[in-house]
């Protein structure tokens, strides 16, 4: 990833992580087919609260994985695999804590957490039982996330397409199993979905770490490398310093969802279940953005850590234009097929395909300019410079985007809030595009700590560098 053609990379990286997000996405819209289809419409919306929820969760520990990303990427970039590895096992070791916690507060506040929402009543219980067996399902999805973005940060996409490929197959399988209660398993409705959401991490999980291990790949320890498992001060630090505020940019998209979230409810519960089926067709529009944002990072970060600072202008051209052709064929499929996509989750329920088609052609191109500052964001990451993608952000989702919302929604009703989303994708892009220009974020700089061998080692030769291999396994 530091040397060579950079399109040709950079396309050939970017392809599994769009595979991965296509896959992740159908997982999530055939398990909406089947609760919209099978339950109806009430169901719908009770997980489309819930899923608002999972997001928050996620983004959580976004940060800490995406600042553990960026130390392995630049290390690799160094081929220093010992730092790889002792970053990995610091993150290990922080997920697990993160992960209890998530279970045993998530459980006791989620009824407070959908009242918070003001989610229908006719939904609340719905939803209760849902995300109840989501909270004690998101630990092992926790894990699997971090693998997948450690194997990314290495330069591996391949490995966790395949493994998106088991979990996503396991729950769409599972899915109708549990719902209906075919063979011999109950029929749970709305919670045996989540039932099996909690089978197909778990399942996708203990095979991903048997394949690392089986193939003795980077991301993985093993022997004396346990020890990893515990932090030292200084890389705990660093890790929750720098993804902070990175997790900090995800959840201030999750509570800017959720506030939208309140606006639409208060629309009803047609709307509700619109908005839930728009959003399925945005996650695809906006996974080329997602993907070669994942991309740029990875390739940009290793490039920082190898010094090739001419690479990583080039890296980043190269991803823009990538996103707005794939973006822009997806944006223009999506609009002339939407009616038929928003069938599947909604099924005869007239009134809210009308909705949804509409939130959709007022919003849907928006995902363009969300690209847009994607990539270049994906960029400034990768050399540790968090807090000016931060205050973008923030300053898109909320004054700008749940400002005008809640200022033009006496005047326009439930169409200011879909205006407010091109409006919130505009205002991110000139920003981002500024801050690429003219900040200060080539000066950052991020360093694993050496360890106490490495110490004794550099002591021994009198300060000279210790030439790191990479291992052959």
Not at 29 to 35: K, M, T
Not at 44 to 69: E, K, P, R, Y
Not at 284 to 298: D, K, L, R, T
């Amino acid at each position: 990833m530091t040397a060579g053609p950079i399109g040709k990379t950079l396309l050939l990286f970017a392809l599994p992580t769009l595979g991965s997000s296509v896959l992740q996405s159908l997982n999530g819209s055939i398990n909406a087919i089947w609760i919209g289809q099978f339950l109806g419409e009430r169901a719908l919306a009770a997980t489309t609260n819930a899923n608002i929820i999972m997001f928050l969760l996620v983004a959580a520990t976004f940060g800490f994985g995406m600042a553990a990303t960026i130390l392995i990427g630049q290390n690799m970039g160094r081929r220093d695999v010992d730092a790889v590895r002792r970053v990995l096992g610091s993150a290990l070791g922080l997920f697990a804590v993160i992960s209890t916690l998530t279970v045993v507060l998530g459980w006791l506040a989620a009824p407070a957490i959908l009242r918070a929402l003001a989610t229908p009543a006719e939904v609340y219980p719905l939803a209760l039982a849902y995300l109840r067996v989501i909270f004690v399902a998101m630990p092992p999805g926790f894990i699997s996330v971090l693998l997948t973005m450690a194997l990314r940060g290495v330069g591996d996409s391949i490995t966790p397409l395949k493994f998106m490929a088991l979990g996503s197959v396991l729950d769409v399988v599972l899915n109708p199993v549990f719902i209906l209660g075919l063979g011999p398993a109950p029929a749970l409705g709305i919670e045996g979905s989540a039932i099996a959401t909690l089978i197909a991490n778990s399942g996708s999980l203990l095979a991903l770490v048997t394949y690392l291990y089986a193939k003795d790949l980077v991301v993985r320890l093993r022997g004396a490398e346990w020890r990893y498992l515990i932090p030292t001060p200084t890389l705990l630090k660093t890790i929750v310093v720098k993804g902070f505020p990175m997790g900090l940019q995800m959840l201030v998209v999750s509570t800017s969802a959720l506030a939208m979230m309140g606006l639409v409810n208060r629309h009803g519960t047609s709307t509700t279940a619109a908005y839930g089926a728009a959003n399925q067709l945005w996650t695809y529009i906006q996974m080329p953005a997602m993907a070669v944002g994942a991309a740029v990072s990875a390739m940009a970060a290793q490039n920082i850590g190898a010094g090739q600072w001419d690479r990583v202008d080039r890296i980043t051209r190269a991803g823009l234009r990538m996103n707005l052709l794939l973006t822009g064929v997806l944006v223009l499929v999506v609009t002339l097929l939407d009616r038929h996509v928003l069938w599947l989750f909604l099924g005869n329920e007239q009134g809210a395909i009308d909705i949804a088609a509409r939130i959709n052609l007022i919003a849907g191109w928006s995902f363009m300019l969300f690209g847009v500052s994607m990539v270049l964001a994906a960029t400034v990451r990768a050399n540790g410079a968090v807090v000016g993608p931060l205050v973008i952000l923030a300053i898109a989702m909320f004054p700008v985007r749940f400002g005008l919302a809640n200022l033009f929604e006496p005047m326009l009703g439930s169409d200011a809030i879909w205006w407010s989303f091109p409006a919130g994708s505009l205002a991110s892009m000139v920003m981002t595009i500024a801050y690429y220009r003219y900040g200060n974020w080539r000066k950052g700089r991020m360093t694993v700590p050496a360890g106490k061998e490495e110490c004794e080692e550099q002591a021994l030769a009198e300060g000279q560098p210790t030439n790191k291999a990479m291992p052959v396994g």
